[in-house]
């Protein structure tokens, strides 16, 4: 079986290790290969620049300190300017934009001497001032590195110096590297293929070896003993750990035979156990349902309550509500009669000024009549002074006479004297007639005055009585408005109480549902255990026929 499984494998481990091994080797190698020659690459082509800006530089410095003489030995100097061909570098010397010296020959084997250098080297070198250096320049119909650097005479650009070498060179130096490079990394991928094998070979070996002693162990002979060696750590592991399974194995073999004859036991046990638990759960499935049907006549007992509770509780709000109607009644009615009592109080201020106002009358009547009186004496004085004076002008009518002629002046005195007198006594006697009505007027007034103080002492008497009927009602209106902040308050905590009843009749009410419902489902659930206590009596007996069967599976293993 295990034969099978191994000619159906598609890699084997050899292969793998081998594989596993070569891919990273060889990707690594053409990794390193391929920067080393791109670095390579750019270090030739950083050299040749930099050879070339040499070149230029000291041709500059050559030519550049006699510019004048050049016409003279320009010739003689063409040994200097072919000096660097056995470098690869090729030099020219511009006059101007015009080629004057160059170790270039053209097909002919002539010098190029007298052409003209290109737009960009002389937009770049003569115009601008600055080296210009550039690749894939094509001259005389060849490519080239090339740095172009203008000649300064006494501060003006009098031409260019020119290094350049042929781009074919260089990149027959890059390859000749780069083959170099490949060369080497092949010999090293073949010695550490070689190397790779000889390891896998040895990983491999002692791995076969576990392996066929796991199908002598999977074949059920577990008392076959073995010995195999490794130098690798990993496989030292697995051989252990082979021989540990083995011997554990071994014990699991030989407790499962125990514990298989223990479980046929316990089998049997456990089916006498499951038929009396099957007739207890019968008996309490008969009395859940008892208990079911007397939670539910609770649950619709306990729902009625809590209707009585709500109606309660709804009569407690409306009388809440008609004790804060009252309390507000009452708080008006308070506030009527304390301006009642204030109103009172300014009847009985105004009652007071008015008994003072009539004392003060009747004071000033009293008065009055005093004066008639002096008025009286006055006038009984002027009616006495009135008649004296009539007999006076009697007494001088009469002398007044007995002269005669000569008292005819005298009598018109005494005549108008009687008049006055008579005048005099007529008004005494009006003003006593006044007098005396004043006088019974102001008796009138007296007797007024004190009717008028009587009542209003009276009238103070009663506002007196109605001022502390006011405070004893006043005083009842305070007990009652207390009274009935105590009954609010207690409203108040009796409709906490009504809450907290609803609330727990309630959740009472909840619970006896639940109750109900967990009856139901208790019942459910027995009926539900009834039925897998059949299912474990049946799963004992097929438990019992398989433990049968695991002593037979068991005995396959030999010791």
């Not at 008065?367 to 006076?392: C, H, P, R």
């Amino acid at each position: 079986m295990n034969n099978g499984k191994q000619n159906n494998a598609k890699l084997s481990m050899l292969s793998m290790l081998i594989l596993f091994g070569i891919i990273p080797l060889v990707v690594s190698t053409l990794t390193v290969c391929t920067i080393a020659c791109l670095n390579l690459k750019k270090q030739l082509i950083t050299a040749t620049e930099e050879k070339l800006e040499i070149a230029c530089e000291d041709a500059k410095d050559y030519f550049g300190f006699d510019w004048d003489e050049w016409d003279e030995y320009a010739e003689t100097d063409e040994e200097y300017i072919d000096s660097l061909q056995d470098m690869g570098i090729e030099m020219t010397i511009f006059k101007g934009d015009t080629r004057f010296l160059s170790s270039i020959r053209d097909d002919k084997g002539e010098r190029i001497a007298g052409t003209k250098a290109g737009d960009a080297v002389i937009e770049e070198v003569l115009k601008n001032g600055n080296m210009y250096i550039a690749h894939n320049v094509v001259i005389n119909g060849e490519e080239y590195y090339v740095c172009y650097m203008p000649i300064e005479v006494e501060g003006e650009i009098m031409g260019m110096s020119f290094a350049g070498s042929r781009q074919q060179n260089v990149t027959a130096a890059v390859n000749s590297a780069i083959i170099t490079l490949a060369i080497i990394a092949t010999i090293i991928a073949v010695i550490f293929v070689g190397i790779i094998i000889l390891v896998a070979q040895i990983v491999k070996k002692p791995l076969k070896q576990v392996a066929d002693e796991l199908d002598i162990i999977a074949e059920g002979n577990i008392g076959h003993d073995f010995e195999i060696h490794s130098i690798i750590a990993e496989t030292i592991s697995i051989i252990h750990a082979t021989k540990q399974v083995q011997d554990n194995l071994r014990d699991i073999v030989n407790e499962t035979k125990s514990m298989a004859a223990d479980l046929t036991d316990n089998i049997k046990n456990v089916d006498k156990v499951s038929d009396d638990l099957s007739e207890s759960a019968e008996q309490i499935n008969m009395a859940m349902e008892e208990l079911a049907l007397a939670a539910t006549s609770m649950a619709d007992d306990v729902q009625d309550v809590n209707v009585d509770v709500l109606s309660m509780g709804d009569n407690i709000s409306m009388i809440s509500q008609n004790i804060e109607s009252l309390r507000d009644s009452s708080g008006m009615i308070s506030s009527v009669s304390d301006t009642a009592m204030k109103n009172m109080n300014e009847v009985m201020e105004s009652s007071t000024k008015s008994v003072r106002a009539a004392e003060n009358i009747s004071e000033q009547i009293n008065l009055t009549n005093g004066s008639i009186s002096k008025i009286n004496e006055t006038v009984k004085f002027i009616q006495n002074i009135a008649g004296q004076t009539q007999m006076l002008s009697l007494n001088a009518s009469i002398e007044a006479a007995r002269v005669g002629e000569a008292g005819k002046g005298f009598a018109v005195v005494a005549d108008n004297i009687r008049q006055l007198s008579e005048q005099s006594s007529e008004g005494a006697n009006a003003i006593k007639t006044l007098a005396a009505e004043i006088m019974e007027q102001s008796d009138k007034s007296v007797v007024l005055v004190d009717e008028i103080r009587e009542l209003i002492i009276q009238e103070q008497e009663k506002v007196s009585e109605t001022r502390e009927s006011f405070n004893e009602l006043n005083r009842q209106i305070e007990t009652s408005i207390g009274q009935i902040g105590e009954i609010s308050d207690k409203t108040g905590v009796l409709d906490e109480n009504k809450v907290s009843i609803t609330g727990s009749v309630q959740d009472l009410s909840a619970i006896s549902e639940e109750n109900a419902a967990s009856n139901e489902e208790v019942t459910a659930n027995l009926q539900t255990m009834v039925e897998n206590i059949k299912t474990v009596t049946n799963k004992t007996q097929e438990m019992n026929s398989k433990a049968h069967k695991l002593e037979n599976v068991i005995g396959r293993f030999r010791q």
